[in-house]
Every structure is written in C-alpha cells, then in structure tokens.
C-alpha cells in the first residue's frame, strides 16, 4: 500500500506542472533501460523527454559546456569531475542504476572460462581481439582491473575500441573481435552469448547517478523524472535491461 500510494505521489507531482520538454544526458550503457522508462514517464505525465547520450568523457564535456539540460543520469565519475559536478543543483543525487562487468562471445562460439581470477585473466591473454570502449566508465573500471591482474599493456593491442555500446555486440557478432567485455546490460543481445560476470574478486560496478542541473529552465519537471526513476515501474524496468537498481 506504501509503495502504490508513493507511485501515485510521483505521478501526480509530475501532473501538477504544465507540459515541458526535458533535456535529458545520460550514459549510453543505461540506453536501453532510460528509454523505455522516459516513455512511461511522458505517458503518465504528459511531458516529453529528449536523451542526448555519451560516454563519460562526452558527457563531461556536454555538462561543463554551454549545452542546456534538466536532468543528468551518468556514470558517478561524471559527477567526481568537478566542473560537471558544479552544474548540478543541490539537492538528491541518487543512485539510480549500477551493473557489473561481464564477457559475452558469438553466439554459438566456446565460452571461455571466467570463474576465477587466473581464468578470466588467460582468458584475457588467450583472446586474439576485444571488443569494448575504453574512453568510458565502464573502460576506466577495466583499466583497473588489467593493472591488477598485470595485463595493461597486452590489453592494450588486444582491445577492439568501439564508440558506442551497442557497437559492442556489433563487432562480436561481425566477426571483428573474438570477445565483448563490458557492463553486463549491454551483452545482452540475440546474436551473444555472456560468458559470464567477471569474479567477485576483481569485479567493480558502474553506477548511474542522477542530478538536477542548476540551470535547469524546467527543474520542477525534472524533479518528477528524478522521482520517477526511482518508482516501482522504473526499477521493473531496470532489472529487466540487466542492471541492479540503487
């Protein structure tokens, strides 16, 4: 009853504004889930929701710049810069999403071993090609992890950089690179297979933070996105793309 009484709260505070347009940035490995959810949003509340996505570094510059936007939902090392971060009105700045680092290969193809360190570490070694994106958080996650196992340099030539999550599963599935490695959401695709998460070990999580710009020319819609991402709906949504909420 709490929990449908505080869903009806998030819609009507939506509804109680007049209809704006939200300019939204976000990272790109939350696409698929943010979508979905900005459509049941602007169904319930009549307000439209523009996404402009990127990686980390892109959506550092987008927030630092003179580009106008309402809400960010990014990567918490968004939010660590400090010129980002003084774009963002005080108040909540919840943590909305986070997902894990797993390997996916061709569907169809042998699944390596990844059950342990030393495994995914030769299974690393062992790659001829990987597909991933090391200007992002999640490739900033990985770079600590290669310097812990000891492989940064070989990494390095074996990696297969792409712009985009979805050009991830592109460049397995075409043959380009023997394995995907990056946030688990975006390896799930019809044409992969996901080996699995990388070990409790050396796993690290990307989080998806979000935050009010300060500038904001719509703050009180944008505050209705914020609080609906954090509702029932939303969170179902969520977990079905393959990320954890909170």
């Given at each position: 009853?709490t929990?449908?009484?505080?869903?009806l709260?998030?819609?009507a505070?939506?509804?109680?504004?007049q209809?704006?347009?939200l300019?939204?940035i976000?990272?790109?490995g939350i696409a698929a889930?943010?979508?979905?959810?900005?459509?049941l949003?602007e169904r319930a509340?009549?307000?439209k929701?523009?996404?402009r996505y990127?990686?980390a570094?892109?959506l550092i510059?987008?927030?630092a710049?003179?580009l106008?936007f309402?809400?960010g939902v990014a990567?918490q090392?968004?939010?660590?810069?400090?010129?980002?971060?003084?774009q963002l009105?005080?108040g909540?700045?919840?943590?909305?999403?986070?997902v894990?680092?797993?390997v996916?290969v061709?569907?169809?193809a042998?699944?390596?071993?990844?059950?342990?360190?030393t495994?995914?570490?030769?299974?690393?070694l062992?790659a001829q090609?990987?597909?991933?994106i090391?200007?992002?958080?999640?490739g900033t996650q990985?770079a600590?992890?290669y310097?812990r196992?000891g492989?940064?340099?070989?990494?390095k030539?074996k990696?297969?950089?792409?712009?985009?999550?979805r050009?991830?599963?592109?460049a397995?599935?075409?043959?380009?690179?023997e394995l995907a490695?990056?946030?688990?959401?975006v390896?799930?695709d019809?044409?992969?297979?996901i080996?699995?998460?990388f070990?409790a070990?050396v796993?690290r999580?990307?989080?998806?933070?979000?935050?009010v710009a300060?500038?904001?020319?719509?703050p009180?819609a944008a505050?209705?996105?914020?609080?609906?991402?954090?509702?029932?709906p939303?969170?179902?949504?969520?977990?079905?793309?393959g990320?954890?909420?909170?």
């Open positions: 009853m929990v449908l009484f505080g869903s709260l998030v819609l505070s939506a509804s109680a504004v209809a704006a347009e300019q939204v976000a990272g790109g889930a943010l979508n979905e959810i900005a459509v949003f509340s009549g307000h929701v523009v996404i990127g990686t570094p892109e510059k987008m927030a710049s003179d106008r309402d809400l990567p090392d968004v939010w660590t810069d400090a010129a980002a971060r003084a009105a005080p909540p700045r919840p943590d909305v999403a986070r894990g680092i797993g996916a061709k569907s169809g042998p699944k390596p071993d990844v059950s342990t360190a495994a995914l570490k030769q299974t690393l062992n090609s990987i597909a991933s090391p200007a992002s958080a999640t990985l600590g992890i310097e196992l492989i940064t340099e070989e990494m030539f990696t297969k950089a792409q712009t985009a999550p050009q991830i599963a592109d397995v599935a075409n043959g380009q690179a490695v990056f946030g688990l959401n390896l799930i019809p044409r992969l297979e080996v699995g998460p070990p070990e796993q999580e990307v989080v998806y933070v979000a935050g300060g500038n904001s020319k719509e009180e505050k209705a996105f914020l609080a609906y991402l954090m509702s029932p939303a969170i179902a949504v969520i977990k079905a793309k990320l954890n909420p909170g």
